[in-house]
């Protein structure tokens, strides 16, 4: 009786890797054993970026805070600390935000907060 191999499935999941390794260069996009390789080291990478992404917007979100608190006369360290004791709940992205694109009403919103 001759061997069962599956064939079907075995493309598939051939084809499977082979399409996520798609632009990769040279032999990392169409050698199956340095495609698996390849393809696995890449998710391993997305996975602890999507996680470092969200440290670095932090990051840029306390940055642009700062200096806009700065051009008002307080500092980020300040301004927050102002906000703990206010109770004023505004998150740092939409602070952020603010500070960008309307500089006015984040003096305001400073002002607001720190007297």
Known sequence: MPKANNAVASKARRKRVLKKAKGYWGSRGNILTVVKHAVDKGEQYAYRDRRAKKRSFRSLWIIRINAAARLNGTTYSRLMDAMIKKNVEIDRKTMAEI?????????????????
Do not use: N
Request: no cysteine; net charge negative.
């Open 99 to 115: 500070a960008v694109r309307d500089p006015e009403a984040f003096t305001q919103l400073v002002k607001t907060i720190i007297d």
